[in-house]
């Protein structure tokens, strides 16, 4: 089981940036992806940012440019560097790992844990 806690979040004028972490601990064989999803009011929830082990990563088209997903392997830590902030974007933000947490006959068993999620509120 992977425990993931966030920080970063808060208020920011539109314009502005924020940088959210989030932090793995647990058992875990390895992890695979990291990322950063968020669920606006009355909306879905919505991929952001992720990053795989090997470095791939994949953004939401509206975050290109503005927002940077980085990761720190050795602390299974992984950050979303967000700038230009816009009051649409205020939402809730979870983090999310795919993690591997046994190795049977070759095969990893997976599956994915949420953090608590994070407030980010951008104002006009």
């Known amino acids: 089981q992977v425990q993931l806690v966030e920080s970063g979040g808060g208020l920011v004028q539109a314009g502005g940036s924020l940088r959210l972490s989030c932090a793995a601990s647990?058992?875990?064989?390895?992890?695979?992806?990291m990322g950063w999803y968020r669920q606006a009011p009355g909306k879905q929830r919505e991929l952001v940012a992720a990053?795989?082990?090997?470095?791939?990563?994949n953004y939401a088209d509206s975050v290109k440019g503005r927002f940077t997903i980085s990761r720190d392997n050795a602390k299974n830590t992984v950050y979303l560097q967000m700038n230009s902030l816009k009051p649409e974007e205020t939402a809730v933000y979870y983090c999310?790992?795919?993690?591997?947490?046994?190795?049977?006959?070759?095969?990893?068993?997976?599956?994915?844990?949420w953090g608590q999620g994070t407030q980010v509120t951008v104002s006009s």
């Open positions: 647990g058992t875990f064989f390895s992890i695979n992806k």
């Open positions: 990053k795989t082990s090997g470095g791939s990563t």
């Open positions: 999310n790992a795919e993690y591997a947490y046994a190795v049977i006959g070759g095969t990893r068993l997976s599956t994915s844990s």
